[in-house]
């Protein structure tokens, strides 16, 4: 019973171990996040001679300069000030080989490099603080750093320059909020010596806004591909959102991409798009042939395009297309449309649940009895599609009633029937009146025709000769 109790007690105590460990504190780490020993705001400090080992809460106290040949470790916990200055603060310390600022919510850069003085420093650790900014050259004068320890702070850049030190093999980055962006393709130069292959923790790195959560290894490999692809056209290109979380590799990441060709002059759409290009500006060209949504594989991902302002006369060519049975958004205001295939979007919006913005406003549209009527229910069926109903009207034509008049509020009356038109009885009004006419002439012979068969008793004479 005793060896299994003891038993027991050995796998707890191995557990605490490694897990203290797997969060990355050594003994000399963990100081700052224990019971701070003072509740004042004056610096207070402990030292262990025979551990050459300084502890310092709230800052640190001057007379310890005097004594600092002593010293070779240096924790500094809760740093009451937001700048921490290196050739001021460790002016002295010249046997110094370990510093550690940490638990220090106030601070947030280093103001100056470390100078030559501390040129004996082999490892630094600045943990637990809101540091987000350090100078360029903050290591460049400590030849035999080989350990840097920066987890847990507030940086979102960080300036490769700083780690040029030749003896720097071990650099630990993570819980900052890293920006992912191409000034980021320095972590994934994994030649020997570079900077990205002293990162040790390169793999837990996570990026923040806008793709928070997401490793920042692979998202930065995205966004390099993404660069080099962006070259082969004449276009903008952005990652807008990645979905996926933990330690998803770029296979395993879900992109969408954002490409503006805008006002390039462009009389054709692109060929070539980037690889998932979710979002597609063309505003402002000269495109005339929507083709290539049919038959280029390279807008199999575009979801949203955008076509505003070009030269486009006719969308018949999707009629029956896939892209049209699954787009998200198409916009096509201000360009020469003036009729479409109603039969067609009404069918594709019908069965497209992912559709959720179609503009046609600031279009010539035709306004005749045999177009618009079936366009009118298109537009008034779907409102919450149509997003700009109120600028679809009928094209600008002088001397007509329902010139530049919005479609959806067009009566069947002032569709069907012109104005223009100065006969004062209209073909169909003649119709009428012969109809009439012939109508009342038939109820006469009738009428004329009893009235003389029960006079005379003679049949009329057409029912006479019948056989």
Same mark, same amino acid.
């Given at each position: 019973?005793?060896?299994?109790?003891?038993?027991?007690?050995?796998?707890?105590?191995?557990?605490?171990?490694?897990?203290?460990?797997?969060?990355?504190?050594?003994?000399?780490?963990?100081? #700052? $996040?224990?019971?701070?020993?003072?509740?004042?705001?004056? %610096?207070?400090?402990?030292?262990?001679?025979?551990?050459?080992?300084?502890?310092?809460?709230?800052?640190?106290? &001057?007379?310890?300069?005097?004594?600092?040949?002593?010293?070779?470790?240096?924790?500094? #916990?809760?740093?009451?000030?937001? =700048?921490?200055?290196?050739?001021?603060?460790?002016?002295?310390?010249?046997?110094?080989?370990?510093?550690?600022?940490?638990?220090?919510?106030?601070?947030?850069?280093?103001?100056?490099?470390?100078?030559?003085? @501390?040129q004996n420093l082999e490892k630094i650790n600045v943990t637990g603080t809101k540091l987000h900014t350090f100078p360029k050259d903050a290591f460049s004068n400590l030849p035999v750093l080989k350990y840097l320890d920066l987890r847990n702070n507030a940086l979102e850049e960080i300036n490769?320059? @700083?780690?040029? +030190?030749?003896?720097?093999?071990?650099?630990?980055?993570?819980?900052?909020?890293?920006?992912?962006?191409? &000034?980021?393709?320095?972590?994934?130069?994994?030649?020997?010596?570079?900077?990205?292959?002293?990162?040790?923790?390169?793999?837990?790195?996570?990026?923040?806004?806008? $793709?928070?959560?997401? %490793?920042?290894?692979?998202?930065?490999?995205?966004?390099?591909?993404?660069?080099?692809?962006?070259?082969?056209?004449?276009?903008?290109?952005?990652?807008?959102?990645?979905?996926?979380?933990?330690?998803?590799?770029?296979?395993?990441?879900?992109?969408?991409?954002?490409?503006?060709?805008?006002?390039?002059?462009?009389?054709?759409?692109?060929?070539?798009?980037?690889?998932? +290009? =979710?979002?597609?500006?063309?505003?402002?060209?000269?495109?005339?042939?929507?083709?290539?949504?049919?038959?280029?594989?390279?807008?199999?991902?575009?979801?949203?395009?955008?076509?505003?302002?070009?030269?486009?006369?006719?969308?018949?060519?999707?009629?029956?297309?896939?892209?049209?049975?699954?787009?998200?958004?198409?916009?096509?205001?201000?360009?020469?449309?003036?009729?479409?295939?109603? $039969?067609?979007?009404?069918?594709?919006?019908?069965?497209?649940?992912? @559709? @959720?913005?179609?503009?046609?406003?600031?279009?010539?549209?035709?306004?005749?009895?045999?177009?618009?009527?079936?366009?009118?229910?298109?537009?008034?069926?779907?409102?919450?599609?149509?997003?700009?109903?109120?600028?679809?009207? #009928?094209?600008?034509?002088?001397?007509?009633?329902?010139?530049?008049?919005?479609?959806?509020?067009?009566?069947?009356?002032?569709? #069907?029937?012109?104005?223009?038109?100065?006969?004062?009885?209209?073909?169909?009004?003649?119709?009428?009146?012969?109809?009439?006419?012939?109508?009342?002439?038939?109820?006469?012979?009738?009428?004329?025709?009893?009235?003389?068969?029960?006079?005379?008793?003679?049949?009329?004479?057409?029912?006479?000769?019948?056989?």
């Amino acid at each position: 019973m005793t060896k299994m109790i003891a038993q027991q007690i050995f796998l707890i105590i191995l557990f605490c171990i490694c897990t203290h460990f797997s969060n990355g504190f050594t003994k000399d780490d963990d100081i #700052c $996040y224990g019971n701070r020993p003072h509740i004042n705001d004056y %610096p207070e400090c402990h030292f262990l001679k025979n551990r050459y080992r300084l502890v310092c809460f709230n800052g640190l106290k &001057d007379e310890w300069k005097a004594k600092s040949e002593n010293v070779q470790v240096l924790i500094l #916990c809760e740093w009451p000030k937001e =700048t921490f200055d290196p050739q001021e603060v460790l002016q002295g310390f010249t046997f110094l080989r370990k510093l550690i600022i940490a638990n220090s919510n106030n601070l947030t850069r280093l103001s100056t490099a470390f100078s030559f003085e @501390a040129q004996n420093l082999e490892k630094i650790n600045v943990t637990g603080t809101k540091l987000h900014t350090f100078p360029k050259d903050a290591f460049s004068n400590l030849p035999v750093l080989k350990y840097l320890d920066l987890r847990n702070n507030a940086l979102e850049e960080i300036n490769i320059t @700083a780690f040029g +030190t030749p003896a720097l093999n071990h650099i630990h980055l993570t819980g900052n909020p890293l920006r992912c962006t191409k &000034d980021t393709a320095w972590i994934l130069d994994s030649s020997e010596g570079s900077t990205a292959s002293k990162v040790v923790d390169k793999d837990k790195l996570l990026c923040t806004t806008p $793709y928070d959560g997401r %490793p920042l290894v692979s998202v930065v490999e995205i966004i390099a591909t993404l660069e080099e692809e962006c070259k082969r056209t004449v276009c903008d290109c952005e990652l807008i959102y990645v979905v996926g979380a933990g330690t998803f590799t770029q296979k395993q990441l879900i992109t969408f991409n954002s490409v503006n060709c805008s006002h390039r002059g462009l009389t054709e759409m692109p060929s070539f798009l980037p690889a998932n +290009t =979710t979002t597609l500006r063309l505003t402002g060209n000269k495109i005339k042939d929507l083709t290539p949504l049919t038959t280029n594989p390279t807008y199999k991902s575009v979801l949203d395009l955008y076509l505003n302002d070009n030269l486009m006369e006719s969308i018949v060519k999707l009629e029956g297309s896939d892209w049209l049975d699954r787009f998200r958004l198409l916009n096509l205001r201000g360009n020469k449309l003036t009729d479409l295939p109603t $039969y067609a979007l009404e069918n594709a919006l019908l069965h497209n649940s992912n @559709a @959720a913005g179609l503009y046609l406003g600031n279009n010539s549209w035709t306004c005749d009895c045999h177009f618009t009527p079936s366009f009118q229910d298109l537009l008034i069926r779907h409102p919450s599609i149509v997003k700009d109903i109120n600028d679809i009207r #009928c094209a600008f034509i002088s001397d007509n009633d329902i010139s530049n008049k919005q479609i959806r509020d067009l009566t069947r009356t002032e569709i #069907c029937i012109s104005s223009n038109e100065d006969a004062w009885l209209h073909p169909l009004d003649i119709l009428n009146i012969v109809l009439a006419s012939l109508i009342f002439l038939i109820l006469g012979k009738l009428l004329y025709d009893y009235w003389s068969f029960k006079k005379t008793g003679k049949l009329p004479w057409i029912v006479a000769k019948m056989p």
